[in-house]
């Protein structure tokens, strides 16, 4: 095969010949996958070739190696290791090669091939001499070769985790970049793809920053790049800073000042991509200090490792000065543009930042900026000194605030209604948002909307939902918080007067030709969503009355046929909007058995709809409908049952649906609410329902995060059918027994504990749905036999000392109901369980009410038990 | 990728829009709302013992005392049904089969009330004389029926438990009769089946007393939950030790047609049932074994494997479908040719097994292929092209223990030539060189580190096959390579003189003073 014309065919404009020419490189592929590699490499390699190919070449190499999807990968990782030496060795050859190539485009590509390959190879020991074959020479090579190793050095930092790579090739990494990036380095290129390796090297200077010299230098020539003359270095370098700080943070104390200087001169004079950054490392550091402040949680012997070194606090008399000059250099249209994000809009995220890391101190600070801009001639002022209000009012305590927002509140409701401006209006809607957010509501002490500004505050906010769409679309955010602050106010709401007109308002929000942009038909069904989800008796008959209105609405979405894929994708945007709504109503009006009856009457027909937008679609199902679905089951109870036959395959599509995981997690819980509502009448649809579970979790396409509501769903069906659950039990039994080995033992980041905790209470819920399940049946022995390995998942969980509250309680209620359950069966194995005596006495003596609930109630269980 | 691995931070602006939290937020609620009433669905339930009274909401305080109570109004109430039985057994008046039947009743309902059944409460009130009693000939349907039912109860609980109901089983074995009413015969037949689970001791008496043939003979028919019943308590009464059982119900009449039946056309249910009839017949009785080969009752298993996904079934015919390859060589040699169709149809389901995700059928599907691959040069060629073997080579580096070892078998075995005679096995070289070179050589060695005897045999076994046979003399460097010379040095003073004296040979005949002096 001529690969060069095939490669080239594969890139035609004419679909015909890219077809033909796709198939024949798939054939070669699979009838001999080193010979086709080989080949691949060798046009990669080869300097007679047109650069297309070459290109083409080795992206088809590195597709080979890589691939997004977990289970390919996994396969084409195994396929290249069991490839024969000496093809790899030829490949590997001439990628190598490849670097010193002339033509830019064929290097770049080679960099990514190999750092793929040392990917797979490095963490299997093979491969060892890569990294020091590509520093053995790197001074003596010309700079487009030079550039190319330190591009491939980058990118293989990226590709492998640091504990495969040892120290002292670590070093020998960091010094080459190093020299790389260094002034006496003359080539721009040769720094930027040095600076550019840097950035993903820093995971693996662990040891580096913890000398001090080294460190030193490190930095020193990071900070020297900063100033570089060409922008794209000089970003890149800030790049570095940036993640200097958040994986260093505890090693910045000496270099700090230097930093706010070089930041500080780049935010103000550097061109915007690099003053980003320079805003962004202030963020960042932002971030690092409030989570420590948080782990702190106000008491300094805390067990966090990091001391916070209050860098923030020390350096608000600059930093905020200079963060609230960025706030004047607004783009004209920023407020319609969904994806904009600039100079200012960066200045106020940090600002805020600023304000929760270091509370009060931050109001005397901007206050004066404030009053000096509010009022003055020129919007940019206007919107800066309203943003700059808006952006410091989380953190600082009520006390501080409430006091400036009494003088401000009717300043603002003014100027939402006159100014000029449509940028300026927009952020005071924003501004009055985060103030109800923050300072509105039960438990703020002094109320800031009182009976006599509620009304203003209310009309001017309805009235500003007629102005332009992004203006609107923050009156109805600003609405939204404000009924939030009201949701435990009582049987009587200071917002009962204006619920209609509320309601009307935002459903004539809906209906605006322009409801589109700037998301504001979402907004305004989410307020509207939380206006009644907040309200309270009084206006129970008016939300009734919205249930016909709602349904109509969503009745006319199922009129259009053969529609567009845009139209489908507009009606179907719709129809989550109005099944969220009718969610949120069906829970509010099944909250009450008075109002619950009420809106029985409208079931049968909203049920219909539901199933017909589930018909629009024909291979997945609607997520809003699903969760809405969820509502409709717990206030129909058992009369759900009537839905089952026509509503099951709608079940059973949104539970195959894993690529979608949210469709699937949502699908699932809904299975737990319609197994609470039908009871044992769910028994028709279990096996499916069952069938279909298992499959998910036996599958390694799964996203993580469904499998503990998969498991915690074995125990809502287990104690909705009970002693029927027999059928399932070895099944369901083993599946958890894996998960559950699997998840005894923790190691990893946070976010992993995080998850494995939560796996954990998936596990415990479904093992207490089964016990309770099968309780006072006749065939409770069935469970016996799995009770020494559950009795050793609770001892295993309970000694490795990690386990979150939740978890605790979950665990601790679960050994209850193995003794409940299994009495006198299971007494000499509780007895010999560390669960039984160590962890039972620490959750008796728990602060936590609910641990100590489960606790007392565990530990009756296994009294009765013991004693039988 | 160069673009998109430095795409520059960005973090989400201070102002957003309120769509995307009240949407997050709103989910969340309902996922809240679901947990919350699991937690107190699962309160209410831990705190209502007996019966659902729908008493949920009493605190757990006042709960404990009246647990007790309950507990101890549970016994007395026993007590006294037990003796309203006594009366209603010696009245002869009017309405005395009605009152009987009322008086089973109420026995029968408090020994299903509880997790706890108050057993000993009813054996002490003398409860098993009378319930034989009303399992006497001639009594109406509905007490036996509730009769069966306590005893059945009886006989789940405890094993001196169990054991009291030694006086009833010759009436509960006469009531399984074709006379009886098929509700009837199967609250029996279940009742049996407890007795029979119990052990050994008490499933003799049960085939003394003849509980076997009338049990046989309700699998016949074609379906329904008495043959389900029948075949679940049989399969509890052939478990042995003792292969007589076994045997015996084999030889009944029209047996092994009903189980081939069940096995190729009754639902999954009954099927498992007969499955594990299946299993312990291929387990202990070579008897039934052979009948079993001979009449073709490896295609079912094979079909049943190919099609269901039920784990509960799959388990006992997988287990049934190796009993009987490794239980007569007659299946491997004369049934599983290469080149029939039931052979590829054998692989190609022990395949399935090996892809699955359950450890217990990986771990027989490979036992099932050991034993074939210890069969002819053609087994072992057709397992070797099969699709099982990368499956086997990944299960070798990744599975657990036990299944490693079945799986060693298997790529042992298909590396020696059927053993004919005396001396060490003949290789067959291009097996093990390409095995070899995919990678399996340290799979053994880690098992030659195993505490495992027998695992431990099987790596040395194997290592000795790579040393003697890879060609150019390579055996001895691959092994150096896998650390095999430390593994091997372990058992220099090991305790077990075979596998001490084999790990040395090897050390001292490969890794002598020779060794590495040519490089």
Known sequence: MEVTQVLLNAQSIDGAVRKNAEESLKQFQEQNLPGFLLVLSGELVNEEKPVETRKLAGLILKNALDAKDQQRKVELVQRWLLLDGNAKSQIKAGLLKTLTSPVSDARSTASQVIAKVAGIELPHKQWPELIGSLLSNVHQLPAHAKQATLETLGYLCEEVSPDVIDQDQVNKILTAVVQGMSSSEVNIDVRLAATRALYNALGFAQANFSNDMERDYLMRVVCEATQSPDVRIRQAAFECLVSISSTYYEKLAPYIQDIFNITAKAVREDEEPVALQAVEFWSSICDEEIDILEEYGGDFTGDSNIPCFYFIKQAILALVPMLLETLLKQEEDQDQDEGAWNIAMAGGTCLGLVARTVGDDIVPLVVPFIEENISKPDWRQREAATYAFGSILEGPSPEKLIPLVNVALTFMLTALTK?????????????????????????????????????????????????TPNVAEKACGALYFLAQGYEEVGPSSPLTPFFQEIVQSLLTVTHREDARESRLRTAAYETLNEVVRCSTEETAPLVLQLVPVITMELHNTLEGQNLSSDEKEKQSELQGLLCGCLQVIIQKLGSSESTKYAFMQYADQIMGLFLKVFACRSATVHEEAMLAIGALAYATGPDFAKYMPEFYKYLEMGLQNFEEYQVCAVTVGVVGDICRALEEKIVPYCDGIMTQLLKNLSSNQLHRSVKPPMFSCFGDIALAVGEYFEKYLMWAMSALQSAAELSTHTAGDDELIEYINTLRNGILEAYSGIFQGFKNSPKTQLLIPYAPHILQFLDGIYMEKDMDDVVMKTAIGVLGDLADTLGSHAASLIQQSVSSKDFLNECLSSEDLMIKESAEWAKLAITRAISV | MADDSLASHRRDPIKSSVGNVAAQRRRQNAATVG????????????????????????????????????????????SSAVKELK??????????????????????????????????????AGAIPLLVQCLSFGSPDEQLLEAAWCLTNIAAGKPEETKALLPALPLLIAHLGEKSSLPVAEQCAWALG??????????????????????????????????????????????????????????????????????????????????????????????????????????PLVERLATSNSLQLLIPVLRSLGNLVAGDSHTTSTVLIPGHEITDGVIKVLVKCLKSDHRVLKKEASWVLSNIAAGSIEHKQLIYSSEAVPLLLRLLSTAPFDIRKEVAYVLGNLCVAPATGEGKPDLIKENLVSLVQRGCLSGFIDLVRSADIEAARLGLQFTELVLRGMPNGDGPKLVEQEDGIDAMERYQFHENEDLRNMANGLVDKYFGEDYGVNE
């Open chain 2, 87 to 124: 009366s209603a057994v010696v009245y002869q008046g009017k309405g005395a089969m009605q009152k009987r039947v009322n008086a089973l009743r109420e026995l029968r309902r408090l020994l299903s009330k509880s997790e706890f059944p108050p057993v000993e409460a009813a054996l002490k």
């Open chain 1, 419 to 467: 100014d000029p401006n449509s940028h300026v209006k927009d952020t005071t809607a924003w501004t009055l948002g985060r103030i109800f957010e923050f300072l509105h509501g039960s438990a703020v002490d002094t109320p800031i909307i009182t009976q006599a500004n509620c009304q203003q505050i209310i009309t001017v906010l309805l009235q500003s939902m007629k102005d």
């Open chain 2, 35 to 78: 947990k919350e009433r699991r937690e107190s669905l699962v309160r209410a339930k831990r705190l209502c013992r007996v019966g659902a009274t729908g008493e949920g909401d009493v605190l757990v305080e006042e709960n404990h005392m009246m647990t007790d109570e309950e507990g101890f109004l549970l016994e007395d109430q026993t």
């Open chain 2, 194 to 299: 407890n007795v029979a689970g119990e052990g050994e001791e008490l499933r003799k008496v049960l085939l003394s007393q003849g509980a076997l043939p009338p049990l046989a003979r309700m699998v016949l028919p074609n379906k329904g939950s008495t043959v389900r019943t029948a075949a679940w308590a049989l399969s509890n009464l052939i478990k042995g030790p003792d292969p007589k059982a076994a045997t015996e119900l084999i030889k009944v009449d029209g047996v092994l047609d009903a189980i081939l039946r069940h096995l190729r056309k009754s639902d999954e249910e009954l099927a498992t049932e007969v499955a594990w009839v299946v299993v312990y017949l291929s387990a202990l009785s070579n008897f039934a074994t052979g009948v079993l080969v001979k009449s073709d009752a490896l295609q």
